[in-house]
Nanobody
């Protein structure tokens, strides 16, 4: 059973930065892409950013130019560097891996942007 474990969330002031990390407890084979989603209270879970095995990436419009996703293929890890954070970025952030037609999810890490 593979587990995804996120870390790096917390409370930050507007304009600040955080770096989220996600590591798999075991080996995941045949990964198509790795991604970060987020869910604010009362809202649906939305894609924030994803990265494919080729290294190509895509981002939600709301985070373009502020967030950067990266991965370490050898360690089945994915990262999200978040800069210039805004109050509307407040949410629980989830790590996601799509592999061989199956989705794997982390337990989520809270990010709160507030002064």
């Amino acid at each position: 059973q593979v587990r995804l474990v996120e870390s790096g969330g917390g409370l930050v002031q507007p304009g600040g930065s955080l770096r989220l990390s996600c590591a798999a407890s075991g080996t995941i084979y045949g990964i198509d892409h790795m991604a970060w989603y987020r869910q604010a209270p009362g809202k649906q879970r939305d894609l924030v950013a994803r990265i494919f095995g080729t290294g190509s990436t895509d981002y939600a419009d709301s985070v373009k130019g502020r967030f950067a996703i990266s991965r370490n293929n050898a360690r089945n890890s994915v990262f999200l560097q978040m800069n210039d954070l805004k109050p509307e970025d407040t949410a629980v952030y989830y790590c996601h891996v799509w592999s061989r037609g199956r989705a794997h999810w982390g337990q989520g890490t809270q990010v709160t942007v507030s002064s």
